[in-house]
T-cell receptor, first 115, second 115 residues
């Protein structure tokens, strides 16, 4: 069965610190997608990144970077030089193409960045 | 205008009341989904529909029903609301191109409180 685990329930950092949010997934499928979403206090879901299972290249977008490692079934998210505006709940999610494109979400990590 | 809209955005109701949450989309997508978000549990799938005549139960469908009135509209009903249905509800839509991931687009969410 597919599953996404975000073991960190809550993380607190001080502004300008780097922070890594962990995501570990389980799937029997060889073809799948992984995602990160941000949910700010306003409640909407903001799409951050999608990565398919055949692309293990790490990605960097400004202060955000993602480390995908199939060997450890992990898709970790790092924020460099965190800012107060990064405070949010972050969700990792998995989708298996053959399983009707349903998204399986982790339980989320609440990040608080203090000034 | 937003591609995926949800009404109402906030609702407070009493135990035993019937309530309907509505979702509309202008993306022309065939697939629509209803998710529920609870603190510490992430998002969980309630129902999904692949077209007007194809409706399927998700992970937590008990206590809910849905109606796909048209391609663009997918409603979620709570026949007799109970307090543990207090949650944030998200609607999502996606296309249905075979063999590839069809990205889900989320609505802004409906915050439901059952007293």
């Amino acid at each position: 069965a597919q599953k996404v685990t975000q073991a960190q329930t809550e993380i607190s950092v001080v502004e300008k610190e780097d922070v890594t949010l962990d995501c570990v997934y389980e799937t029997r499928d060889t073809t799948y997608y992984l995602f990160w979403y941000k949910q700010p206090p306003s409640g909407e879901l903001v799409f951050l990144i999608r990565r398919n299972s055949f692309d293990e290249q790490n990605e960097i977008s400004g202060r955000y970077s993602w480390n995908f490692q199939k060997s450890t079934s992990s898709f970790n998210f790092t924020i460099t030089a965190s800012q107060v505006v990064d405070s949010a709940v972050y969700f990792c999610a998995l989708s298996e193409i053959v399983n009707t494109d349903k998204l399986i979400f982790g339980t989320g990590t609440r990040l608080q960045v203090f000034p | 205008d937003a591609d995926v809209t949800q009404t109402p955005r906030n609702r407070i109701t009493k135990t035993g009341k019937r309530i309907m949450l509505e979702c509309s989309q202008t993306k022309g997508h065939d697939r629509m989904y209803w998710y529920r978000q609870d603190p510490g549990l992430g998002l969980r799938l309630i129902y999904y529909s692949f077209d007007v005549k194809d409706i399927n139960k998700g992970e937590i469908s008990d206590g809910y029903s849905v109606s796909r009135q048209a391609q663009a509209k997918f409603s979620l009903s709570l026949e007799s609301a109970i307090p543990n249905q207090t949650a944030l509800y998200f609607c999502a839509t996606s296309d249905r191109i075979p063999g590839v991931y069809n990205e889900q687009f989320f609505g802004p969410g409906t915050r439901l409180t059952v007293l």
